[in-house]
């Protein structure tokens, strides 16, 4: 099993709607959650990070994050041809007493005009 | 300007002739890591730093060397290139290890013919 898991997509939505995006960890200690975008060529970018239990929002961005079920989200509001990219899921695992990030593969959203 | 920064940005080189890719990032950081990034395969972790002098293996070690001899610079030296280290890097940069926000470089595209 893999520590990070996201699904590849792409992920298409039509303009104006709420993209989902879904990430599952497999280390329950872990503390620290990030998404990130990567336009293609480009290096990822911080959108949200999330430390507790529940949603935590900025802007047209919410971040989910449910540790009973290893489970973090980000919906993507009003979504827009500019959000099309790939969303990096990270989350901080233990690793030989170390705190690392380990990212997921990315899911690719394509937001359609 | 807060940034990490890369050099070389495209690099073509043949197999075993040993090369370097700068990073240098001005933020006062403790923390820096490399990353390899491949289709499907997401973002590796290659080998990080948490403080001057003090380096370790990621999860894709082979066939890379690191130094950290200033805390700004965090070179990656491939001393026999083969063409399965053809690949993007990143370079980042964060104040404190995996439960802090990482910072990213432009991007280097290796290509090991």
């Known amino acids: 099993q893999k520590e990070v898991e996201q699904n590849s997509g792409p992920l298409s939505v039509p303009e104006g709607a709420i993209a989902s995006l879904n990430c599952t960890y497999s280390?329950?200690?872990?503390?620290?959650f990030f998404w990130y975008r990567q336009y293609s060529g480009k290096s990822p970018e911080l959108i949200m990070s999330?430390?507790?239990?529940g949603d935590k929002e900025d802007g047209r961005f919410t971040a989910q994050l449910n540790k009973a079920s290893q489970y973090v989200s980000l919906l993507i509001r009003d979504s827009q041809p500019s959000d099309s990219a790939t969303y990096l899921c990270?989350?901080?695992?233990?690793?030989?007493?170390?705190?690392?990030?380990?990212f997921g593969i990315g899911t690719k959203l394509q937001v359609i005009p | 300007e807060a940034q990490v920064t890369q050099n070389p940005r495209y690099l073509i080189t043949v197999t075993g002739k040993k090369l370097t890719v700068t990073c240098s990032q001005n933020?006062?950081?403790?923390?820096m890591s490399w990353y390899r990034q491949d289709p499907g395969l997401g973002l590796r972790q290659i080998y990080y730093?948490?403080?001057?002098?003090?380096?370790d293996k990621g999860d894709v070690p082979e066939g890379y060397k690191v130094s950290r001899k200033e805390k700004r610079n965090f070179p990656l030296i491939l001393e026999s290139p083969s063409p399965n280290q053809t690949s993007l890097y990143f370079c980042?940069?964060?104040?404190?290890?995996?439960?802090?926000?990482?910072?990213f470089g432009p991007g280097t595209r290796l290509l090991v013919l």
């Open positions: 999330i430390y507790s239990n």
């Open positions: 990270a989350v901080n695992t233990n690793s030989g007493g170390y705190q690392k990030v380990t």
């Open positions: 980042a940069s964060s104040l404190g290890g995996g439960i802090e926000t990482q910072y």
């Open positions: 730093s948490m403080n001057v002098e003090v380096t």
């Open positions: 933020m006062n950081h403790e923390y």
């Open positions: 280390d329950r200690v872990s503390q620290s």
